[in-house]
């Protein structure tokens, strides 16, 4: 598509567009360069210095008000949000600043609606009308109209007594908006109000000029070369004929919509605060784009047409993982190293489990064929029991888990047990999970017939995207270990006896070098992973995983080492050919209970660190247990017979088969994270 690139980087630029987009509050940089009314401009030729520096301090300060304002949106303090607009409306007048004025009393009704200060928001709205009317510069005045009839439409769809009113002010605001965008010549700002108009159409049912003011503004949108504004007016096409029955004409909406996508995050870097905006409005896009496949493929009497709508739900699931991970971690280079996801991998099943609003649906991969399995429950009601299941798993004084642990397997695993259960060697269930799936370990899953646990019956991993995995066999051939731990109590957390007999029992089975307590220092660790090719690094420490990626850490014995940081360490070990880092192993690492944005920073892990594949924890372990695991896994591992997945199956086993331990809350949590060769 011409001009992606400098358009993409506008992205960035632009925050403005992103507010426009997402419905946001504008910041005062959507008005920079943009003159007051023509009178402040003459007046400012006649005042005294003094008066200048007067008008100028009230500007400012007009402007770092309402960008505090928006601040206090973000957290949702309301309120004082209200009394900081109408504090920054004040400052702009007294300025001089008719233009910044009118955005803070934009602003200012959309806290008011998001307070459900109804009455309130009416006035403002009102009044920032009024001063629109006045401004010179067309282009701020389209830009703020549109803003005005955005919130215009939200009132009308949160107050039941204003919605008829308001739905017919907000769409003589989106006219008048594209009047003035007409005017201007800003075919972009054209694009925005045709398609929020037809937005409110769709709204309220009217699907045929709906569907003829978003063709519009696609149409503008192309003209303008806005591939930000394009996807959106794309999808709202794909959503339009999806509800008017048009499937085939929806799914090529949504197919352009992705296509729209994958442009704009191939071509450009978004900033930490635009992608973070950006990507958290994409979910939606691919949620009901693979929702729509799934049902064509069971629809479909032909098999080869079902296979190729399967593929297609897969490989939109796998550009909505890689995208949700570039958000998490602020990484555009991930694309890079997607790969196209692999049809058949020798003696793997790759389940995606995929939640949709009315349902849970799993597309199976075995051998080089696709298969979708309905479970018989909903969405929210799955979420439950996982939540329910987490919880109970980390209570090892209790057997509640058993029954969680029977109804979540009854419901996603006996399903596909036809595909389990062929014939051969078990086969390794490879999961790439979603949301509140994240947080919890397949492991524990367990047939109520049999009585056994998943992990009795298949070696197990997961990943958080196919096409970012790179799936090679564990080469154990001269392989050196980094083993670092601490056993003393730092920086508050609780001591780790254990683990100094852990570090020297897993160094038996690799050479290398060994960091242990007042050793292992932030700098010491740095030095060894930037000139030695370890192909293991094992560190025993506490360590967090949040929902921000800035919140992940691993305790050094002198400071805190983030997983950026620790990226950086590890350095270009990702491209090195002869010696990659074949595994991250963090032993007592633990990532926030019921975050599913904290599970997936663990599930990055590997990523992030560059490592083919990490082993770590959900939740905080038992400290001798921990031990026993890992010496039980490096042995297997040693075994140039027995793949990753079989390691930490059997590691799991041997602990499961122990009388102390047999609670999956002792052995559950340890996941084999991307490779599992």
């Excluded at 063709?215 to 930000?228: S, V, Y």
């Excluded at 593929?311 to 196209?340: G, I, P």
Aim: net charge negative; with cysteine; glycine share 6%.
């Amino acid at each position: 598509m011409r001009g992606v690139r400098a358009a993409a980087r506008r992205i960035c630029e632009a925050a403005c567009v992103i507010a426009l987009l997402c419905g946001a509050f504008l910041p005062s940089g959507v008005l920079a360069g943009t003159p007051s009314s023509p009178q402040s401009c003459q007046a400012s030729d006649r005042v005294s210095d003094g008066t200048a520096q007067t008008a100028a301090a009230s500007k400012g300060a007009a402007a770092e008000q309402l960008e505090r304002s928006n601040t206090l949106v973000e957290r949702g303090e309301y309120a004082a949000a209200l009394a900081g607009y109408e504090e920054s409306e004040r400052l702009a007048r007294e300025s001089g600043d008719a233009a910044l004025a009118t955005l803070a009393a934009a602003n200012g009704a959309r806290a008011a609606v998001e307070a459900e200060n109804f009455e309130a928001a009416g006035v403002k709205l009102e009044r920032a009308l009024g001063s629109i009317e006045s401004l010179s510069d067309t282009a701020a005045r389209a830009q703020l109209l549109i803003h005005v009839g955005r919130t215009y439409a939200l009132l009308g769809e949160r107050d039941p007594a204003a919605r008829r009113s308001a739905t017919r002010r907000a769409a003589d605001v989106f006219q008048r908006a594209l009047e003035v965008a007409k005017a201007a010549g800003d075919t972009r700002l054209r694009s925005f109000a045709l398609g929020y108009l037809g937005e409110l159409y769709e709204h309220q049912g009217l699907q045929i000029d709906a569907s003829g003011l978003t063709r519009r503004a696609i149409h503008a949108a192309e003209l303008a070369d806005a591939p930000d504004a394009l996807y959106r007016w794309q999808w709202q096409l794909g959503r339009i004929e999806a509800a008017t029955g048009q499937t085939e004409r929806a799914l090529g909406a949504y197919r352009d919509t992705v296509a729209t996508l994958r442009d704009i995050r191939t071509q450009t870097a978004l900033s930490a605060d635009a992608a973070g905006s950006f990507q958290s409005r994409v979910e939606p896009i691919y949620t009901e784009f693979v929702d729509l496949l799934l049902a064509q493929a069971a629809a479909a009497t032909d098999s080869d047409e079902n296979q190729a709508l399967l593929v297609e739900a897969r490989d939109a699931l796998e550009d909505l993982k890689v995208a949700e991970l570039r958000d998490y971690f602020r990484d555009s280079c991930l694309d890079a190293q997607r790969k196209t996801a692999p049809d058949a991998i020798p003696n793997t099943i790759v389940i995606y489990p995929v939640l949709l609003p009315d349902r849970v649906e799993l597309i199976v991969s075995r051998d080089g064929r696709l298969e979708s399995h309905r479970l018989p429950i909903d969405r929210d009601t799955l979420i439950a029991e996982v939540r329910a299941f987490r919880e109970a798993l980390e209570r090892r004084n209790s057997r509640h888990y058993l029954a969680l642990a029977n109804t979540l397997y009854d419901w996603m695993i006996r399903p596909i047990e036809s595909v389990l259960q062929q014939e051969g060697d078990p086969a390794t269930l490879v999961f790439v999970p979603d949301g509140a799936l994240r947080t919890i370990p397949f492991a524990a899953l367990r047939d109520r017939e049999s009585k056994r646990f998943l992990i009795e019956m298949h070696p197990i991993a997961v990943t958080p995207s196919l096409t970012l995995t790179n799936v090679q066999p564990f080469e154990s051939d001269q392989i050196r270990m980094l083993a670092a731990g601490i056993s003393e109590s730092v920086e508050g957390y609780s001591a780790l006896p254990a683990v100094g007999n852990e570090i020297a029992a897993v160094r038996e089975f690799y050479p290398g070098k060994t960091l242990m307590n007042g050793g292992f220092q932030v700098e010491a660790l740095r030095s060894e992973l930037t000139d030695v090719p370890y192909g293991i690094v094992h560190i025993a420490s506490h360590g967090e995983f949040g929902g921000e990626a800035s919140d992940n850490f691993l305790l050094a014995y002198d400071g805190r080492v983030s997983m950026d940081q620790l990226a950086a360490m590890v350095g270009a070990t990702r491209f090195r050919a002869k010696q990659p880092l074949e595994l991250l192993t963090l032993s007592a690492c633990e990532s926030a209970a019921g975050d599913d944005r904290a599970a997936l920073g663990l599930a990055g892990v590997a990523l992030r660190a560059g490592a083919r594949s990490a082993v770590a924890t959900l939740w905080s372990v038992n400290d001798q247990a921990t031990a026993e695991f890992v010496v039980a896994f490096y042995r297997q591992l040693n075994d140039p017979e027995q793949s990753r997945a079989q390691a930490l199956q059997y590691a799991q086993i041997e602990l499961l088969s122990t009388r102390h331990y047999r609670h999956p809350g002792y052995w559950a949590p340890y996941l084999l994270i991307n490779s599992w060769l």
